[in-house]
């Protein structure tokens, strides 16, 4: 179904091919989502391979419950709160930890089908920065319509907000988005 993919790999040719066996052989259903192999098990995501400029990894979407007994797993950044990976540099490293890959993936099956889900950190637990306070007490309607958005588009904005470290560069971000809040748009909207 997705050997296409597979045939037209430039960069971790070797690498994704020997990730691709050893999920397959743990009874995974393939898939592609996002432009990238998936792997299900009940149409539930369990892992995914994935390439980056100087790495590969298997990305495992509930890897935040895994029990990870050899420390292997990698928050990609602070802000994914269930994906974790395992990074590789080169096909070698792949083929020696098979059996530990295999056991990873076993377990997040296991947590697949004990229906376990992540908590994720809500909205009110993320620092408004500053600047945005700042306009929310200049601006009254600015504040209801920020909380007039859906959860995830509040934490878009927090987050984006939130990022620089200059107060001045955090200060026109918030500047720039007004319109965007008041007519009750997201980020990417």
């Not at 390439?51 to 007994?69: E, I, N, V, W």
């Not at 990074?87 to 990873?104: C, G, P």
């Not at 904005?157 to 107060?167: D, E, G, N």
Request: glycine share 4%; charged share 30%; net charge negative.
């Amino acid at each position: 179904m997705i050997d296409p993919y597979f045939n037209k790999l430039k960069q971790w040719k070797e690498e994704f091919e020997l990730l691709r066996e050893i999920v397959l052989d743990c009874g995974l259903t393939e898939d592609f989502k996002w432009m990238h192999p998936c792997y299900t098990f009940d149409n539930k995501n369990i892992v995914l391979i994935h390439g980056f400029k100087d790495y590969c990894a298997l990305l495992f979407h509930k890897g935040a419950l895994l029990k990870d007994p050899h420390g292997i797993l990698i928050q990609q950044t602070e802000n994914v709160q269930a994906a974790r990976q395992i990074r590789f540099t080169n096909v070698q490293a792949i083929d020696e930890m098979q059996l530990i890959l295999k056991s990873y993936i076993d377990e997040a099956v296991k947590v697949e089908k004990a229906g376990l889900q992540v908590d994720f950190k809500k909205t009110t637990e993320f620092d408004i920065p500053e600047e945005l306070k700042n306009k929310f007490f200049e601006i009254p309607d600015l504040k209801t319509a920020f909380e007039a958005l859906t959860p995830g588009r509040q934490r878009a904005y927090i987050l984006y907000f939130s990022a620089p470290k200059q107060s001045k560069t955090r200060e026109s971000r918030v500047e720039k988005y007004i319109p965007h809040i008041l007519d009750g748009k997201g980020i990417n909207d």
